[in-house]
């Protein structure tokens, strides 16, 4: 899978940064709440272990997968808090290590599926060099919420760049899960690494419907770990301005988002799903 293997050493650095971030806790820093409504530092930890055992099925055995599917459609509003809290009900030590195993066993089972591997997934069927992505937004974007219950300021990374692509072209989702119709012209999208200052383009040069501004602001607001009134992006035409106040980069119905002031993973003051 030599397209898949950037990101997948991508996803794996990006869950051994978290993992250095959680491993030495103690008991009552696991406890900590997180800004997601309900979720401690350890829901956020049980909730990415739980995905990944849901993605390494669907990689080794999609037939069983296919009742997870079904679990899924039976509870939609409460299977991913179930499974996050049961995970959290481990002692810590115990829950971490259940998280390094699924990750490790999803990261090779990744790295040895056959080229043009499709996965089933609870939206459509991923390519592998998507999945992988997909693993690396969430660890990432969860990792946010971990970094923020302990008040921890991480250093952003090019590693953003698979975050923001998955935003980008998310975007008609996130108009779909609303039950609006998407703009029927492209956007373009100019986003400023952190790292190098290098500009991540998307989409036509002359798209009149633009949205610019920094790569970490993009991926805070796609993956609604910020409000866009905290964030330094700006919008040109009223398509770009809507998609602003409802853009998700994840699966599921329409994220509740963050209240205006949070500024997770940013400078205080800085700036214009669970």
Excluded at 105 to 122: E, H, I, K, M, V
Excluded at 125 to 154: C, F
Excluded at 169 to 188: I, M, Q, S, W
Excluded at 193 to 205: K, L, M
């Amino acid at each position: 899978m030599s397209d898949a293997l950037p990101v997948l050493d991508d996803l794996r650095s990006e869950s051994e940064e978290l993992d250095r971030l959680v491993a030495e806790l103690g008991e009552e820093r696991w406890a900590l709440a997180t800004p997601a409504p309900g979720w401690t530092v350890a829901h956020q930890i049980a909730h990415l272990a739980w995905t990944d055992r849901a993605a390494l099925l669907a990689a080794t055995d999609p037939e069983a997968f296919g009742a997870e599917i079904e679990k899924a459609a039976a509870a939609p509003g409460t299977f991913v808090d179930e499974g996050a809290e049961e995970g959290a009900a481990l002692p810590p030590a115990q829950l971490l290590a259940a998280w390094r195993s699924a990750r490790a066993r999803l990261w090779q089972a990744l790295r040895d599926a056959p080229a043009g591997t499709r996965l089933p997934w609870y939206g459509p069927p991923m390519a592998v060099p998507s999945m992988a992505g997909a693993r690396l937004m969430e660890t990432w974007a969860h990792g946010q919420d971990v970094a923020d219950a302990l008040g921890v300021r991480r250093a952003p990374t090019d590693r953003l760049r698979h975050v923001a692509r998955i935003g980008v072209r998310a975007r008609d989702f996130a108009f779909a899960v609303r039950g609006l119709g998407a703009p029927g012209e492209e956007f373009r999208v100019e986003l400023t690494s952190p790292v190098t200052g290098e500009v991540w383009a998307y989409g036509p040069e002359d798209a009149a419907q633009r949205v610019t501004g920094p790569a970490l602001d993009f991926c805070l607001l796609v993956t609604q770990r910020a409000h866009r009134n905290d964030l330094a992006l700006r919008a040109e035409g009223p398509d770009a301005d809507r998609w602003l106040s409802l853009a998700q980069a994840f699966a599921g119905p329409p994220g509740e988002g963050r209240e205006p002031g949070a500024g997770a993973g940013r400078e205080p003051g800085a700036g214009a799903g669970r």
